[in-house]
């Protein structure tokens, strides 16, 4: 069974960085499309950033030259490093692999940006 444990939230000042981190288990990441999305107060879950196989990355253009998506397969761990924070970027950030065609998610790591 697949599990995605993450990690690295907090609260930070505007301007500043976090780094998140998502550790699977039940698999390795060889294959997965994995992936970031944020649900921020009252708003829908969105997609932050996604890296697909052959190591491609998309980001929204909310966060592009921001935040970047990394994977790490020895540690069967991916990471988003996030800069220059926004107070706009305040939201629970939640890890996604997408594995055979199944979505598996992590449980939320909560980042806020104070101004």
């Known amino acids: 069974q697949v599990q995605l444990v993450e990690s690295g939230g907090g609260l930070v000042q505007a301007g500043g960085s976090l780094r998140l981190s998502c550790a699977a288990s039940?698999?390795?990441?060889?294959?997965?499309?994995m992936g970031w999305y944020r649900q921020g107060p009252g708003k829908q879950r969105e997609l932050v950033a996604l890296?697909?196989?052959?190591?491609?990355?998309d980001y929204a253009d909310s966060v592009k030259g921001r935040f970047t998506i990394t994977r790490d397969n020895a540690k069967n761990t991916f990471y988003l490093q996030m800069n220059s924070l926004k107070s706009e970027d305040t939201a629970v950030y939640y890890c996604?692999?997408?594995?055979?065609?199944?979505?598996?998610w992590g449980q939320g790591t909560q980042v806020t940006v104070s101004s």
């Open positions: 039940g698999g390795n990441l060889n294959t997965d499309v």
């Open positions: 996604n692999i997408l594995r055979w065609g199944i979505h598996y």
């Open positions: 890296l697909r196989r052959g190591g491609i990355a």
